[in-house]
T-cell receptor, first 115, second 115 residues
Framework: EAGVAQSPRYKIIEKRQSVAFWCNPI?????LYWYQQILGQGPKLLIQ????????DSQLPKDRFSAERLKGVDSTLKIQPAKLEDSAVYLC?????????????FGPGTRLLVL | AQKVTQAQTEISVVEKEDVTLDCVYE???????LFWYKQPPSGELVFLIR??????QNEISGRYSWNFQKSTSSFNFTITASQVVDSAVYFC????????????FGTGTRLLVSP
């Protein structure tokens, strides 16, 4: 079974530019998550989708971050405009359901460096 | 509020030594789930184990074992006869009951196993 796919793996941009990350979850997984992992820290949830609806975006900086999950499968996370403090690894995860007992499976992440 | 503490920032051992990674959690819920993930240098978070709050039995999987103690709010992870391939950052995470799953991660413990 294919795992969670993410692209690109690495991205370097200058501050105030925009950037987009793509995620393809495990086939059949209804729930998709985006996390931000700053160097030396644990992942922090940015947004959670159940099918194509948002169930939690309380920690998403909505003035510059946006995300969508068209047709309940792939998802895109966008940052516009980027700031230096957005340098981090952006991890996508998926699970078959959304209850607290579900196991989340993670992709390889996208390493973003903002100069 | 839920919180996970991994006090050990970095541990260095020599191959074949046993090593224990500590995890202490805080939650007001009586029903919750605990997880361990491994993050090798490639960046992907690899799921290791999930344990619910009603199951305090210790678990062993090959060289890995987990000690869950509700009395001390701890969920420690032991690697027996460590190998170089065990070198990674290990994260403990907590998910409380009710509503949609929200994983809260600790800051991770970096394990370096040298030959």
């Amino acid at each position: 079974e294919a795992g969670v796919a993410q692209s690109p793996r690495y991205k370097i941009i200058e501050k105030r530019q925009s950037v987009a990350f793509w995620c393809n979850p495990i086939s059949g997984h209804a729930t998709l998550y985006w996390y931000q992992q700053i160097l030396g820290q644990g992942p922090k949830l940015l947004i959670q989708f159940q099918n194509n609806g948002v169930v939690d975006d309380s920690q998403l900086p909505k003035d510059r971050f946006s995300a969508e999950r068209l047709k309940g499968v792939d998802s895109t996370l966008k940052i516009q405009p980027a700031k230096l403090e957005d340098s981090a690894v952006y991890l996508c995860a998926s699970s078959s359901g959304a209850t607290n007992q579900e196991t989340q499976y993670f992709g390889p992440g996208t390493r973003l460096l903002v100069l | 509020a839920q919180k996970v503490t991994q006090a050990q920032t970095e541990i260095s051992v020599v191959e074949k030594e046993d090593v224990t990674l500590d995890c202490v959690y805080e939650t007001r819920d009586t029903t919750y789930y605990l997880f361990w993930y491994k993050q090798p240098p490639s960046g992907e978070l690899v799921f290791l184990i999930r344990r619910n709050s009603f199951d305090e039995q210790n678990e062993i999987s090959g060289r890995y074992s987990w000690n869950f103690q509700k009395s001390t709010s701890s969920f420690n992870f032991t690697i027996t006869a460590s190998q170089v391939v065990d070198s990674a950052v290990y994260f403990c995470a907590l998910s409380e009951a009710g509503g949609f799953q929200k994983l809260v991660f600790g800051t991770g413990t970096r394990l370096l196993v040298s030959p």
